[in-house]
């Protein structure tokens, strides 16, 4: 079973940047595709992005163009969600995700009839105004 470790979280300025990462162990890295979630008080998960096994291909939730960069280094088994320009309304629990099927990454948050295979224990992001 592959774990995932996010870290990087943690207390920053609105107009800051942040880079969270996802470390993986006990399976093979490159064979999963990898997501970024985030869940706010109150508020559902939502997808913030997916990349693909090889790094070829993302796919980004409609709210987070242009902010948000998702990248990962299979050498290093290891996913990053970059976040430029932090807002306070940024402030949640960001989870990575890993699933060997990228289309489940995608769909995961609005199908309810989709599971993925692994889930991180979650990294606080707060932003302050």
């Known amino acids: 079973q592959l774990q995932l470790v996010e870290s990087g979280g943690g207390l920053v300025q609105a107009g800051d940047s942040l880079r969270l990462s996802c470390a993986a162990s006990g399976r093979t890295f490159s064979s999963y595709a990898m997501g970024w979630f985030r869940q706010a008080p109150g508020k559902e998960r939502e997808l913030v992005g997916a990349i693909n096994r090889s790094g070829s291909s993302t796919y980004y939730g409609d709210s987070e163009k242009g902010r948000f960069t998702i990248s990962r280094d299979n050498a290093k088994n290891t996913a990053y969600l970059q976040i430029n320009t932090l807002k306070p309304e940024d402030t949640a629990v960001y989870y990575c995700?890993?699933?060997?099927?990228?289309?489940?990454?995608?769909?995961?948050?609005?199908?309810?009839?989709?599971?993925?295979?692994?889930w991180g224990q979650g990294a606080l992001v707060t932003v302050s105004s």
């Open positions: 995700a890993a699933d060997r099927k990228f289309h489940n990454i995608v769909v995961v948050a609005t199908d309810k009839d989709i599971n993925v295979e692994v």
